[in-house]
């Protein structure tokens, strides 16, 4: 047992502790990012919208059991409803199911029964919208956080721009989803998912420039579009050795048994995630919905 192997064993302890100190700062996938609701209630006197967004609930929850995927509609006429939800790229079914779970309760809460609505939390989002309601444009900007520290000394923009580009290339093979990292910069991206590639590739190369125009030189940045969001992190000192949350214990635990198992990309995930907690949020308001965290 020579050099090699110590330095081979000295890697991947440092891996190990890299991740768990990720685990650490990641945000939890049922925490709220943010809120989209609709200006209008509903105008429901007979309670038929609200059975129907009822039954609309009861499908994506089952279906999120199944698939990190789904749209539907529920109800006929002038009282259906479309919906979908969408589970982020890593996340188990399980893990994906109990995201799903809190939306309804928490779109009611934050929402109230408006005609249309979004909540996105760190692992899922749920939207929907009432029959003839106006649809956003798919690369709308809903909502973007930036970090308050900005990057300093040479190399930051060429290592964030080769990083986003990798989301781009990453996306394209048809997947819609992408989470890496290059030079101290953790990237993460996906598309709603039914989104054909070409149009995943545009609505993330839409997301980029967003981020370019609306964070700057922000070392941290999230930016949500309607059908796309993207993220990443820059750490040109390593990743903050500080634990800033509790209650991840398990979670880390079963991250270290992933990384054990060769699944290293979840450190990458997680780095990305970690933009929540140092950031600039926005609040957006259109003709037809107001956007807030």
Do not use: H
């Amino acid at each position: 047992m020579g050099p090699a192997w110590f330095s081979n064993s000295f890697s991947l302890l440092f891996l190990i502790l890299s991740l768990y100190t990720i685990l650490s700062f990641s945000t939890d996938q049922t925490n709220m990012v943010f809120k989209g609701c609709a200006n209008q209630k509903f105008q429901d006197p007979s309670g038929a919208y609200s059975q129907t967004l009822d039954s609309l609930y009861d499908t994506l929850i089952a279906q999120s059991a199944t698939s990190k995927f789904y749209k539907t509609t529920s109800g006929q006429g002038q009282t259906a409803i479309f919906g979908l939800f969408q589970c982020r790229g890593d996340l188990n079914t399980a893990d994906c199911n109990d995201c799903v779970k809190t939306t309804p309760k928490m779109a009611d809460r934050l929402c109230g029964k408006t005609i249309a609505a979004r909540v996105q939390l760190g692992g899922c989002y749920m939207r929907y919208e009432v029959s003839g309601f106006k649809e956003v444009s798919g690369t709308e900007l809903l909502y973007k956080i930036c970090g308050s520290t900005q990057a300093s000394g040479a190399g930051f923009g060429d290592r964030l721009d080769t990083a986003l580009g990798e989301i781009v290339k990453g996306v394209g093979n048809g997947n819609g989803y992408y989470a890496g990292g290059y030079e101290s910069v953790y990237v993460l991206g996906q598309c709603e998912g039914d989104l054909g590639s070409n149009d995943c590739v545009q609505c993330v190369k839409n997301a980029i420039q967003n981020a370019k125009s609306e964070c700057g030189y922000s070392i941290s940045a999230q930016i949500y579009l309607q059908d796309c969001y993207i993220s990443y992190s820059y750490y040109p000192n390593g990743v903050p050795r500080k634990s800033v949350s509790s209650g991840t214990k398990q979670n880390t635990q079963r991250t270290i048994a992933m990384v054990l198992g060769g699944l290293v990309a979840v450190g990458l995930i997680m780095a990305c995630l970690l933009v929540i907690k140092s950031a600039v949020k926005k609040k957006s308001k259109s003709k037809f919905y107001t956007y807030n965290g």
